[in-house]
């Protein structure tokens, strides 16, 4: 079984939908919780991240941590074509660098 | 400013030729990273180099794969006679020195090295 188990998809929703992207893990030691966002044939940008439990809000994109359940949550707000992208979370250990272990992504169309 | 370049974008190879797959961090960033990212899957870790420490190799998949960092800089991943599953994008990401606290260290990834082994 994989650490980190990411919601399939693909996804696709109308302009302006809430997306709501999901990942669960297994390892308790993980503090750092990532999203990033990966075009077609490009590296994966980091939109943003959460240290420990809790919320966190930047413009349209918020991100949950429940470590409790140890399930994480990407949500979209009026979501855009131009967030049509592979997303992927990640996470990892104490520390401020080092490896990350990532989830398999999902793809999401938004469509005009 | 310039971001982390990759080169080759793409290679073909034949199977159980070696290939050596080249990586330039962003200037001054003192950690480096590669994954593999195979089809459809999400990045597996490789290798992990943090200024004059010793690497954290432990993501690497077999004795095929060696990884070089010279001068804290430039950084070389080899694979010796490459495999057909050895197929995947090959990423590279750097970041800068590690701060106090509980900030991340964000990665900036390069666009890969996009390998096909027939």
């Known amino acids: 079984q994989k650490e980190v188990e990411q919601d399939p998809g693909p996804l696709s929703v109308p302009e302006g939908a809430i997306v709501s992207l999901n990942c669960t893990y297994s390892?308790?030691?993980?503090?750092?919780f990532m999203w990033y966002r990966q075009y077609s044939r490009k590296g994966p940008e980091l939109l943003m991240y959460?240290?420990?439990?809790g919320n966190k809000e930047d413009g349209r994109f918020t991100a949950q941590v429940d470590k409790s359940s140890k399930y994480i949550s990407l949500f979209i707000r009026d979501s855009q074509p131009s967030d049509s992208a592979t997303y992927l979370c990640?996470?990892?250990?104490?520390?401020?660098?080092?490896?990350?272990?990532f989830g398999d992504g999902t793809t999401l169309t938004v469509k005009p | 400013g310039a971001g982390v370049s990759q080169s080759p974008s793409n290679k073909v190879t034949e199977k159980g030729k070696d290939v050596e797959l080249r990586c330039d961090p962003i200037?001054?960033?003192?950690?480096l990273y590669w994954y593999r990212q195979s089809l459809g899957q999400g990045l597996e870790f490789l290798i992990y180099f943090q200024g004059n420490s010793a690497p954290d190799k432990s993501g690497l998949p077999s004795d095929r794969f060696s990884a070089e960092r010279t001068g804290g800089s430039v950084s070389t991943l080899t694979i010796q006679r490459t495999q057909q599953e050895d197929s995947a994008v090959y990423l590279c990401?750097?970041?800068?020195?590690?701060?106090?606290?509980?900030?991340?260290?964000?990665?900036?990834f390069g666009p890969g090295t996009r390998l096909t082994v027939l």
């Open positions: 959460t240290y420990s439990s």
């Open positions: 990401a750097s970041s800068s020195k590690r701060t106090s606290g509980r900030v991340y260290n964000e990665q900036f």
């Open positions: 390892n308790s030691a993980f503090q750092y």
């Open positions: 990640a996470m990892k250990g104490e520390g401020n660098a080092g490896k990350s272990t």
């Open positions: 200037s001054g960033h003192t950690a």
